[in-house]
């Protein structure tokens, strides 16, 4: 039986005669023919071993760990062929970039709820440092009430002594009137 | 049919490309794998449980056609990468090990389901022709480029470096390669001459990009290789390296 070897054995395992029955009697033979460090090489990597006949080559018959004493009598070629795999690079890189993008998106979320939190905890505590006056009717109707020295008569809607935003700076854009003072000439 | 180069360059017929293209794009969005002939594709089954990340050939089918093989072929399938552009014709670490264990040359072409990139070979062809090629790791890379200026300016074959580019840290392996095959540190940034390899920060990294001195410029391969004048890279300049020194 003629045994070839394919793969990174081929330039060092040319095609060899054996007098073999079976795969067991075939790696013995190959072991003394192309010895220990190709033996153990078949060994230790994944082959796959097929008989066929030299004149069908094509047509091959796997030789699986059920058949290790199957006859060979009908067969005057084993092939060996080492496994075939591959994949694809990114699957690495996409399982890191998967996790940052997971993680970003939890911490973004997370960022954004202590945000609200913290928000919701300002403006309470703002409410509470800034109590509104309390009426009795309508706020406009309460400033027609009492006199107001506001000038263009907006209703005064804090409560004397509550506190007053207070800004400062260069505005670009048409603000609110939140304060003015009186004219020299109404005191 | 197969020009003899340094490599076995395989060139693909007409019948051939189109035959590959078809059956990648039928597979799609699995990888496709198959065996080149002198004349001929053969696809091949791919058995793998995660086809659209991998494939592994049917071993009879294979057996089958080994004699006649030439080459393997088989397909990435194009995937969103958030990180940077990387050509998705990269061959991964298990190509590179596979490949060697089939000792033929390997194709691969990537897909997104519409169209088929033409493909790239490895074991990769060297060249002399060093500037406008197109960044793929471990075929024009910052450490091929170097290979082939050390083969073709110089006469000396520097040995491959088995590194895994998405994992190893860069400047891990040229401080190991620079110990293993022989290159000595130049002290004085003067005393530079064609030939040194430069180490260079980059990308806010240290040590994991070099290029070669060769009068006044670095040839070094960026997303496009090139020579770019020294001058512009002496503030990321971290090691020159010398070989046999």
Redesign the interface.
């Known amino acids: 039986m003629e045994v070839r070897i394919y793969g990174e054995l081929r330039q060092q395992c040319p095609d060899v005669d054996l007098d073999v029955k079976n795969i067991q009697q075939a790696l013995a033979g190959i072991k003394q023919v192309h010895g220990q460090a190709v033996s153990d090489h078949l060994l230790s990597n994944k082959y796959h071993y097929f008989l066929a006949r030299e004149s069908e080559p094509n047509k091959v018959i796997s030789l699986t760990d059920g058949l290790l004493t199957m006859s060979f009598d009908s067969f005057d070629l084993m092939v060996i062929v080492p496994d075939m795999q591959g994949d694809v690079y990114v699957v690495a890189i996409l399982g890191v970039a998967l996790f940052t993008t997971t993680s970003l998106t939890v911490a973004v979320i997370v960022a954004a709820v202590i945000n609200i939190a913290i928000a919701l905890a300002l403006g309470f505590l703002m409410q509470l440092l800034s109590p509104t006056p309390e009426f009795d009717s309508d706020p406009s109707e309460a400033a027609t009430r009492s006199s107001s020295s506001l000038f263009n008569g907006a209703p005064n809607i804090r409560e004397q002594g509550g506190s007053v935003p207070w800004c400062m700076g260069e505005s670009n854009a048409g603000g609110v009137l939140i304060s003015a003072g009186m004219y020299s000439e109404d005191v | 049919m197969s020009v003899s180069r340094v490599v076995n360059v395989i060139e693909l017929n007409k019948s051939q490309k189109e035959k590959i293209n078809a059956a990648v794009l039928a597979a799609f969005p699995k990888?496709m794998?198959g065996v080149i002939t002198s004349d001929d594709f053969i696809q091949i089954s791919n058995i793998?449980s995660d086809p659209e990340?991998?494939?592994?050939?049917q071993?009879?089918e294979?057996?089958?056609?080994?004699?006649r093989a030439i080459a393997?072929v088989?397909s990435?399938?194009k995937?969103p990468?958030?990180?940077i552009n990387?050509d998705?014709r990269?061959?991964?670490?298990?190509?590179l090990n596979?490949q060697?264990?089939?000792?033929l040359p390997?194709l691969i072409v990537a897909t997104e389901g519409l169209t088929v990139t033409p493909p790239v070979q490895f074991p990769r062809d060297p060249s002399s022709k060093y500037e406008g090629r197109n960044f793929i790791?471990y075929i024009n890379d910052c450490f091929t480029i170097v290979q082939d200026y050390y083969r073709y300016q110089l006469d000396i074959i520097l040995p491959a470096n088995e590194f895994d580019?998405?994992?190893d840290s860069i400047s891990e392996v040229i401080e190991w390669y620079a110990y293993e095959h022989g290159f000595d540190d130049v002290k004085k940034i003067d005393d530079i001459k064609n030939g040194d390899i430069v180490i260079l920060d980059s990308l806010g990294q240290k040590q994991n990009h070099l290029g070669v001195y060769h009068d006044e410029k670095i040839l070094h391969q960026m997303q496009v290789s090139r020579f770019d004048p020294f001058q512009n890279y002496l503030g990321r300049i971290n090691r020159i390296l010398r070989y046999g020194s």
Not at chain 2, 53 to 57: A, P
Not at chain 2, 100 to 103: C, G, H, T
């Open positions: 990888e794998c793998n990340n991998s494939f592994t050939m071993p009879k294979y057996a089958g056609v080994v004699e393997i088989h990435h399938v995937q990468d958030t990180r990387i998705p990269t061959p991964s670490v298990k190509d596979y060697k264990a089939s000792a390997w790791w580019a998405f994992n």
